[in-house]
């Protein structure tokens, strides 16, 4: 007898292969299972996107942004490494 593993939406092979998210409801508890849904989407990064497709942005835009969040990220871990090392 095979298993199938628990991950996996019962209507998989329905789906031509497309697989969905799924979150378990357990002892009634949908609160719990609202916040682990958020978090697995906020990790998929599917807020992000919505946020940038939202508005249109030309290229330049999107170029100005990400270097400015690089920016960011650098500064982020510099300051890091500056209070680990004592700086």
Do not use: W
């Amino acid at each position: 007898m095979k298993r199938r593993p628990r991950f996996q939406s019962k209507d998989f092979a329905q789906n031509s292969g497309k697989r969905g998210l799924l979150v378990e409801v357990r002892n009634n508890n949908v609160e719990k299972a609202l916040r682990i849904l958020k978090k697995k989407l906020q990790e998929d990064g599917l807020f992000n996107e919505l946020r940038n497709r939202e508005f249109h942005q030309t290229r330049g835009e999107r170029k100005r942004k990400e270097k400015a969040a690089g920016k960011r990220r650098a500064n982020k871990a510099l300051q890091k490494r500056m209070l680990e090392q004592g700086y």
